[in-house]
């Protein structure tokens, strides 16, 4: 069993940074895949990036590719999700999951443990 606990969250301007954090409990973390995902009010949560168990394949969603960085640490045995220049369009809750296979992908059927999330707001 992995538990994933999401931090960072927060109100920003549009055109700011947020880091967000996702800690992990276990010691299969380096072992599996990472995601983000993010819901809006009235949505469906949609895939934002993923990671593969080393950190050499990343791959993102095209609403967030050039702003969004994910990145993983495995001796923390945290993921992170560093976003720059925030739209409105970004607010949403972001929850972060793992994948017991390793390769990492945007299918959220995929992955077998998610966190709480944290929201993320981006004002005009």
């Known amino acids: 069993q992995v538990q994933l606990v999401e931090s960072g969250g927060g109100l920003v301007q549009a055109g700011g940074s947020l880091r967000l954090s996702c800690a992990a409990s276990?010691?299969?973390?380096?072992?599996?895949?990472m995601g983000w995902f993010r819901q809006a009010p009235g949505k469906e949560r949609e895939f934002v990036a993923t990671?593969?168990?080393?950190?050499?394949?990343?791959y993102y969603a095209d609403s967030v590719k050039g702003r969004f960085t994910i990145s993983r640490d495995n001796a923390k045995n945290t993921v992170y999700l560093q976003m720059n220049s925030l739209k409105t369009e970004d607010t949403a809750v972001y929850y972060c999951?793992?994948?017991?296979?390793?390769?990492?992908?945007?299918?959220?059927?995929?992955?077998?443990?998610w966190g709480q999330g944290t929201q993320v707001t981006v004002s005009s």
């Open positions: 999951a793992a994948d017991r296979q390793p390769y990492g992908t945007a299918q959220k059927r995929a992955y077998d443990y």
């Open positions: 276990g010691r299969t973390f380096s072992r599996y895949a």
């Open positions: 990671i593969n168990w080393s950190g050499s394949t990343v």
